[in-house]
């Protein structure tokens, strides 16, 4: 029988998520033990987009075993671009946040997310350092495999908010008008972090650890696996996580009419 674009049976979101839990662990013992070795840095488009020898081997690792499991799939990566086809698509980023991860600072993770003809079914989140692992699936979402609610604050002043804007690209289009609105987050909310790793903003705020994320012109394998995270854990996530879009996350129950983040809501 041909599987309809409504028939799970050929791509069991269970067994999805295994494989990308799979994949992510793989790279796990690797980034550790290059993490704070301070390895040599490559640039991509500017001084400000690192790469790292590591970041392509973690990708190719991840490669492998999402080909082992599903032949022939199609597949989304930060550093080896598109290949494959067909209705299973993957969204992989090997290190999202290689500038912290090449300086020593422990907050980046690897994000691997599924879909399926074109709807977010399965992602990881994990961060190797701490060994946490954030899973969503169309079943749910968990931390270290205990159910995550995404919950928090209400308005700004109790809010912790997760952003990195303004970024350089921020100011080249935005000029001064970037500097206000970052005025305005500081003065608004409890406290303004510029973490890095917008996947691990997201699943900080699936776990309602944070309660708000923010960020622009994130890229489909930055923030797939995150959405779907905040999502499954009873948040809001505005913006297209399939697309290279500007985003907004905020913990369930968080007042967005009122708060700073409203103009720039996508």
């Not at 049976?9 to 033990?33: I, N």
């Not at 080909?67 to 980023?93: K, M, N």
């Not at 399965?122 to 995550?148: K, M």
């Not at 308005?155 to 952003?163: F, I, N, Q, V, Y």
Request: aromatic fraction near 8%; hydrophobic fraction near 40%.
């Amino acid at each position: 029988m041909n599987a309809t674009p409504h028939d799970d049976t050929q791509f069991p979101h269970d067994a999805l998520l295994e494989t990308a839990s799979e994949a992510a662990r793989a790279v796990g013992p690797r980034l550790r033990k290059a993490f704070r070795s301070r390895p040599e840095v490559a640039t991509k488009r500017d001084f400000q987009d690192p790469v790292t020898e590591h970041d392509k081997a973690a990708e190719e690792s991840i490669r492998a075993v999402i080909e082992g499991r599903w032949p022939g799939s199609a597949v989304l990566g930060e550093e080896g671009g598109a290949t494959g086809s067909g209705r299973l698509r993957w969204y992989v980023d090997p290190i999202d946040g290689t500038a912290n991860f090449a300086a020593g600072l422990p907050f980046f993770c690897v994000s691997i997310a599924a879909a399926v003809d074109g709807e977010l079914v399965a992602g990881v989140v994990y961060d190797p350092v701490r060994d946490d692992e954030f899973t969503a699936s169309t079943a749910g979402a968990w931390c270290n495999g205990t159910p995550i609610r995404s919950a928090g604050a209400t308005g700004d002043r109790e809010a912790m908010l997760l952003t990195s804007y303004p970024t350089p690209r921020d100011m080249a289009a935005e000029g001064e008008d970037a500097l206000r609105r970052y005025g305005r987050f500081l003065t608004s909310f409890s406290a303004v972090r510029r973490v890095g790793s917008a996947a691990l903003k997201l699943a900080h705020v699936a776990a309602g650890w944070s309660d708000a994320a923010y960020g622009t012109r994130a890229n489909p394998w930055d923030v797939a696996a995150g959405a779907l995270l905040v999502r499954q854990a009873g948040g809001v996530y505005l913006g297209d996580p399939l697309a290279t879009s500007d985003y907004l996350a905020c913990v369930g129950g968080f007042d967005l009419t009122s708060s700073a983040l409203s103009e720039v809501a996508p």
